[in-house]
């Protein structure tokens, strides 16, 4: 079983910085992509960043020069960084795992990321 924890969410001012945290536990080893996610009240989940396992990086336009997806493998652990934040950004971000066997795809429970002065 995997299971995956966010941290690092708070609240933060219009131009500041956060750094989120996915960890796994479990065995993903053979995963196929780390991705993060958000959703704000009234709005479907989307996709903010995508990493492979051999480390190619995709962003949504809305953030792309502003956050970086990275992972570290041996730590079982994948990070978004997240700069320049603006209100827009205010949502609950989830990360996930997808995997080439079932169940494919595991969540994590989301953080709070709230961009106000």
């Known amino acids: 079983q995997v299971q995956l924890v966010e941290s690092g969410g708070g609240l933060v001012q219009p131009g500041g910085s956060l750094k989120l945290s996915c960890g796994a536990s479990g065995s993903i080893f053979n995963f196929i992509s780390k991705g993060w996610y958000r959703r704000t009240p009234g709005k479907e989940r989307e996709l903010v960043a995508i990493?492979?396992?051999?480390?190619?990086?995709n962003y949504a336009d809305s953030v792309k020069g502003r956050f970086t997806i990275s992972k570290d493998d041996a730590k079982n652990t994948a990070y978004l960084q997240m700069n320049s934040l603006k209100p827009e950004d205010t949502a609950v971000y989830y990360c996930?795992?997808?995997?080439?066997?079932?169940?494919?795809?595991?969540w994590g429970q989301g953080t709070q990321v709230t961009v106000s002065s």
């Open positions: 990493i492979l396992r051999d480390g190619t990086a």
């Open positions: 996930n795992v997808v995997l080439p066997a079932h169940p494919y795809v595991y």
